[in-house]
């Protein structure tokens, strides 16, 4: 939901999806590129296998003891900026821009001064490519609302941790639904 959201809100030129080898991966690939598709964006996509990496219910194992939560992946944001990075300097795009919203300060990776610190390392570097969260402050309700993205393509978004089809019991389904309650209360 929050992807969608800003790409609809913001309208980059290129949208980078990438397949890590996260339970979900085949469905969030396809509406990624419905929605690059909709909103006439190039689309990219890299995949790297990451599977023998991961932990939780997006890597479809136990939560290591570190983990905060049960879908956390050691390092997740920052694997994904550095590789969307990597992809960026390769086609001349100079900044990225992630959707993460005030909720992901669950994740220390999901939080501001992470993301100023990843924007700080990434632009001192070759390509010097930026990293800018235009919605970090903001709930994913105020992100829906202040994007202006339709219900239609809001529809698409697939927010399970654990495979292709909304399980309804992990922690990213638990959220599409109390998003979508409250966005029905407020009459979006």
């Known amino acids: 939901m929050d992807s969608i959201a800003l790409a609809y809100w913001k309208r980059p030129e290129v949208a980078i ?7 979900a991966a085949s469905t969030e690939l396809a509406v990624a590129a419905e929605v690059a598709r909709t909103l006439n ?17 997006m890597a479809g194992s136990e939560p290591l003891a570190a983990a905060p939560v049960t879908e956390w992946w050691p390092f997740r944001n920052q694997m994904l900026l550095t590789f969307a990075g990597m992809r960026a300097v390769a086609i001349g795009v100079t900044e990225l821009m992630t959707g993460s919203v005030a909720s992901d300060g669950t994740h220390a990776d999901g939080r501001a001064e992470f993301y100023a610190a990843a924007d700080a390392l990434m632009g001192m570097q070759e390509g010097n490519v930026r990293v800018i969260v235009p919605a970090i402050g903001m709930t994913t309700v105020e992100l829906i609302k202040t994007s202006g993205v339709p219900r239609e393509i809001l529809a698409w978004a697939h927010s399970c941790h654990t495979g292709p089809l909304a399980c309804g019991d992990c922690r990213g389904c638990h959220k599409h639904f109390q998003v979508t309650e409250q966005l029905f209360d407020d009459a979006y």
Do not use: F
């Open 17 to 23: 999806t990438i397949d890590y080898a996260q339970k």
């Open 41 to 57: 964006m190039r689309h990219e996509i890299i995949r790297v296998d990451c599977s023998s990496l991961g932990s939780g219910d």
